[in-house]
């Protein structure tokens, strides 16, 4: 199951299956892609925090519950990838705003890539990053081959995958896979205090530099460069920028709205 509540402009999603190390179910997958279409859609929500409870972040898809179940015609696998953990990913990256990540403990397959998909990743100290995929005999899916090579490049994301060894929480912080690592009790305040920074932060600005960032692998300089230019556009637009400008004037504090 997942727990879902929203306080102070945060909207909080926490997996809740400590039994399973929180291994994701379709159902689950589908309450999860909700949350984060939700998130985007409600002008209270500025900031997403995304976690888990007991020993585990997320162990992945679900297998044990038909999620690995094997094709019965062609095209059966590439298809359920697509529908499901692919979008899952997709939804995190394309939320428009900021998901923190607070791993709790082992994040491994999918549930790594959940957590790489988001702007900020925290660790506490017990967690650890699995490439899970080669232990079974199996691809690396839900964007795996797309994030790791461009948070960490293709050598470091080869190792990876090709071992499947554990990483710990400081090697993934050393490599660069996460922002910082925290005593596990520290964990939750660490998550709340920056919470709290990006919901009082100026929203729309933050979507589209979420936007520039994620698409700027992928495009050549003079496409970012004009992506940049219209982004700032738009952004001069909003009551936040106006508050910005006119609390820099005055020499003042900002009070940032969302707007």
């Known amino acids: 199951m997942v727990q879902h509540t929203t306080d102070n402009h945060v909207s909080r999603i926490t997996l809740n299956r400590p ?3 929180n291994a994701l179910t379709p159902d689950l997958r589908e309450r999860l892609i909700q949350l984060l279409s939700d998130a985007s859609a409600d002008p209270t929500v500025r900031a997403v925090v995304l976690t888990g409870t ?3 972040f997320c162990a992945g898809a679900d297998l044990r519950g038909g999620a690995g179940a094997g094709p019965r015609v062609a095209g059966d696998v590439s298809r359920t990838l697509r529908l499901g953990a692919q979008r899952l990913v997709a939804a995190v990256l394309d939320c428009e705003k900021p998901v923190i990540a607070a791993v709790n403990g082992t994040a491994a397959g999918l549930g790594a890539h959940l957590a790489l998909a988001c702007d900020l990743v925290l660790a506490a100290e017990s967690a650890r990053f699995i ?4 232990r079974r005999g199996l691809v690396p899916d839900g964007g795996g081959a797309y994030l790791l090579p461009r948070l960490i490049g293709p050598h470091r994301a080869k190792e990876l995958m090709f071992f499947g060894d554990a990483l710990t929480a400081a090697d993934a912080a050393r490599l660069g896979l996460v922002n910082r690592v925290v005593p596990d009790a520290d964990l939750t305040d660490t998550t709340h205090d ?3 920074r990006l ?3 100026p929203t729309r600005a933050l979507t589209l530099t979420k936007q520039l960032v994620n698409a700027s692998l992928d495009t050549d300089r003079a496409t970012a460069f004009a992506a940049e230019a219209a ?3 738009i952004n001069m637009t909003t009551a936040d920028a106006h508050e910005g400008l006119t609390a820099f004037a005055e020499r003042r504090s900002p009070h940032f709205e969302g707007r």
Do not use: C, K, P
């Not at 490439?131 to 080669?134: G, N």
């Open 19 to 21: 039994e399973a190390l």
């Open 54 to 56: 007991g020993r585990g």
């Open 131 to 134: 490439e899970v995929f080669v």
């Open 194 to 196: 920056w919470a709290t």
């Open 199 to 201: 919901a009082t932060a």
């Open 231 to 233: 982004a700032q556009e």
